[in-house]
């Protein structure tokens, strides 16, 4: 059988007119079909968030001008002197002796003046009948006291001095003013005893006691501290 090629003008063989059938039977379908066709999903491109720009350099805040000053100075009061404590130790010295003589005094001379017998020196009328031993044993007794309890002061302003105390420095002061005008008076009283030893003997105790308080006062007034430092 031979290859023969229809002539011009005939119809197509049948193969050709099956396809043109089954494509119009396609299209004709999906014209018909009513659900529409859901494409395929694509995810979204990654988009990277934004950088900001750098930040610009801010030009730098004049400082306020602070003008520097030292610290202010803090006074530091001085330390006692040494012949301040020489006082103090005077003054305790002297309440310490004093007190033991004030009692010494008072107990002992109070006892002996009041059993003397005062009948050999003729009756004393300004007593009114009074036994003249018991009335001078008092007075005697009175003195002891008052010579003890003037003495506490000189022994509290002896501990108040040594242990830097404004308040002991005034007491001494005192002690030392009110003392100094009494060994005064006994510097003057010793030129008028009789007995030439024993004004001598008086009168040297005296001056060395008159030269002991007034040594106390001025230390007390004028020594009582070293300069004040700055710290």
């Known amino acids: 059988m031979t290859d023969e090629r229809p002539p011009e003008g005939a119809p197509e063989s049948s193969a050709d007119t099956t396809d043109t059938a089954d494509t119009a039977v396609d299209a ?19 988009t990277p968030p934004p950088v900001p720009p750098p930040a610009m350099p801010q030009p730098a805040m004049a400082q306020p001008a602070v003008a ?66 018991a009335v001078a044993g008092g ?35 005192v002690v030392g003013i009110i003392s100094g005008l009494i060994w005064l008076s006994g510097v003057s009283s010793a030129r008028q005893i009789p007995n030439a030893s024993g004004a001598a003997g008086l009168g040297v105790f005296s001056i060395v006691m008159l030269l002991a308080h007034a040594y106390i006062v001025v230390v007390l007034l004028f020594f009582w501290r070293t300069r004040a430092s700055t710290a």
Do not use: C, H
């Not at 040494?82 to 010494?104: E, F, N, R, S, W």
């Open 139 to 173: 007075v005697v007794v009175f003195v002891g006291a008052i010579i003890a309890a003037y003495s506490v002061a000189y022994l509290l302003a002896g501990i108040g001095v040594l242990r830097t105390s404004n308040w002991a420095r005034v007491l001494g002061i």
């Open 68 to 133: 520097w000053s030292a610290p202010p100075a803090v006074a530091v009061a001085g330390k006692r002197t040494t012949l301040a404590m020489a006082a103090g130790i005077l003054l305790l010295i002297g309440g310490i002796g004093g007190i033991l003589l004030g009692l010494l005094i008072a107990v002992v001379g109070g006892t002996v003046i009041s059993n003397l017998n005062f009948d050999q020196y003729g009756y004393f009328p300004e007593l009114r009948g009074a036994d003249p031993g």
């Open 28 to 46: 004709a379908s999906q014209a018909s079909d009513p659900s529409p066709t859901i494409p395929a999903y694509t995810p979204p491109a990654y």
